[in-house]
């Protein structure tokens, strides 16, 4: 069909916006259909034609009235009676972008992206208040971890808020909620650093064996927000992401994700 998307985003109110390289002008009646991948659920959406040959067009289609469910949607273009998946050139991620995306107060996040085949797809997954991290470090006997709060609808200003790092225990999946560290935290707008010892962090830990879930509890966001890494395109943390460890008191302690992919203190691991 000789249609390749240059540019995709979903801007900030949430409308799929497309720029298209085309080499014919798109036919009446064509439709953007938009295929939930492993489902084959699809819902399908006129694009306005202009009829004018040209090398370039602009489409934007408001997500939110579709009623996407999480998942990954496959893009396509049917006109004619044929039906064929869109290619795409652009990545699809700029980390600018999907920072001010995430400054505002959601339910679903949406983001458009290109397949490893090279063709335009969409990634819809769910958005709850999160601290999202960025860094993540052992220095001088502490650990630290800095990033920015996501999906909480607060300002990205220099107003500062009190704050608190919480670290819970468990073992083997076990949750003991009497089994906390506590530290104060910097926020400042929406980004957030924390540092605590990792001596307290042993002392704490029964046995010297265990993990430590992070939280941070901030005024103004209702409950406390896990410590995850979502907004990047780097799934899987668990398997493709790995930090060294530090030996305090001949205990190794590392960072690590879940398979969830929130940040997880591992102690005698």
Same mark, same amino acid.
């Given at each position: 069909?000789?249609?390749?998307?240059?540019? @995709?985003?979903?801007?900030? #109110?949430?409308?799929?916006?497309?720029?298209? /390289?085309? /080499?014919?002008?798109?036919?009446?009646?064509?439709?953007?259909?938009?295929?939930?991948?492993?489902?084959? &659920?699809?819902? *399908?959406?006129?694009?306005?034609? $202009?009829?004018?040959?040209?090398?370039?067009?602009?489409?934007?289609?408001?997500? #939110?009235?579709?009623? !996407?469910?999480?998942?990954?949607?496959? #893009?396509?273009?049917?006109?004619?009676?044929?039906?064929?998946?869109?290619? =795409?050139?652009?990545?699809?991620? =700029? %980390?600018?972008? %999907?920072?001010?995306?995430?400054?505002?107060?959601?339910?679903?996040?949406?983001?458009?992206?290109?397949?490893?085949?090279?063709?335009?797809?969409?990634?819809?997954?769910? @958005?709850?208040?999160?601290?999202?991290?960025?860094?993540?470090?052992?220095? &001088?006997?502490?650990? &630290?971890?800095?990033?920015? !709060? @996501?999906?909480?609808? %607060?300002?990205?200003?220099? *107003?500062?808020?009190?704050?608190? !790092? /919480? %670290?819970?225990?468990?073992?083997?999946?076990? $949750?003991?909620?009497?089994?906390?560290?506590?530290? @104060?935290?910097?926020?400042?707008?929406?980004?957030?650093? #924390?540092?605590?010892?990792?001596?307290?962090? +042993?002392?704490?830990?029964?046995?010297?064996?265990g993990s430590w879930e992070p939280y941070l509890e901030v005024d103004g966001v209702d409950g406390a927000l896990?410590?995850?890494?979502?907004?990047?395109?780097?799934?899987?943390?668990?398997?493709?992401?790995?930090?060294?460890?530090? +030996?305090?008191?001949?205990?190794?302690?590392?960072?690590?994700?879940?398979?969830?992919?929130?940040?997880?203190?591992?102690?005698?691991?």
């Open positions: 069909m000789g249609v390749v998307v240059t540019d @995709a985003e979903v801007t900030l #109110a949430d409308v799929l916006s497309l720029r298209l /390289a085309i /080499a014919e002008p798109l036919a009446d009646g064509a439709r953007l259909v938009l295929r939930r991948r492993g489902a084959g &659920e699809e819902r *399908q959406v006129a694009l306005g034609v $202009s009829g004018v040959r040209t090398r370039d067009a602009s489409v934007a289609v408001s997500l #939110a009235p579709l009623d !996407l469910g999480p998942g990954r949607w496959d #893009a396509y273009l049917d006109q004619d009676g044929v039906r064929a998946r869109i290619q =795409s050139v652009d990545p699809g991620f =700029s %980390l600018d972008r %999907l920072d001010a995306y995430a400054l505002g107060r959601r339910t679903l996040a949406y983001r458009a992206y290109r397949t490893r085949n090279g063709f335009l797809a969409l990634k819809i997954d769910p @958005a709850e208040p999160v601290a999202d991290v960025r860094a993540v470090w052992f220095r &001088e006997g502490r650990f &630290e971890v800095t990033g920015l !709060l @996501a999906y909480t609808g %607060l300002d990205d200003d220099d *107003q500062h808020r009190h704050a608190t !790092l /919480a %670290l819970h225990h468990s073992d083997r999946g076990h $949750s003991d909620p009497a089994a906390t560290v506590r530290v @104060a935290a910097t926020v400042q707008g929406v980004r957030f650093h #924390a540092a605590l010892s990792l001596c307290d962090v +042993l002392d704490a830990t029964p046995d010297s064996q896990p410590l995850g890494a979502r907004l990047d395109d780097v799934e899987g943390k668990r398997r493709r992401v790995h930090y060294p460890r530090a +030996l305090v008191d001949g205990v190794p302690i590392r960072p690590s994700f879940t398979t969830g992919d929130e940040l997880l203190l591992e102690v005698g691991a």
